[in-house]
């Protein structure tokens, strides 16, 4: 399983970004995916997971309301919707397979067996 995100850059804080999460592979669409970040000299957090249907999603407290997570089974992909950007969310943003098709808990990053390379996310103030 290789993913491969994509939607990552420079912007003014305030601004929006759509990250997209490519999955080659089998069975995409039978697992969870998430998406966590890691800013410099800082552990990787959770960001937000959608279940393998797209019927049950979960956020990180820092992101709720601003963020949205979706996935088209039919394209392999999974979304990460970003608005009214901050500083804050500076950092480098992946996308993950979990082991599992639901939810469970989410922002175990023990949960997923499969990583992407990550994708930097800049918000300037």
């Known amino acids: 399983v290789q993913l491969v995100e994509s939607g990552g850059g420079l912007v003014q804080a305030g601004g929006s970004l759509r990250l997209s999460c490519a999955a080659a592979?089998?069975?995409?669409?039978?697992?969870?995916m998430g998406w966590f970040r890691q800013a410099p000299g800082k552990e990787r957090e959770f960001v937000a997971a959608i279940s393998w249907s797209g019927g049950s999603t979960i956020y990180a407290d820092s992101v709720k309301g601003r963020f949205t997570i979706s996935r088209d089974n039919a394209k392999n992909t999974v979304y990460l919707q970003m608005n009214s950007l901050k500083s804050e969310d500076t950092a480098v943003y992946y996308c993950a397979r979990s082991r599992y098709g639901d939810l469970g808990r989410p922002n175990m990053a023990s949960r997923y067996g499969y990583w992407g390379q990550g994708t930097q996310v800049t918000v300037s103030s």
């Open positions: 592979g089998r069975a995409f669409s039978s697992y969870a």
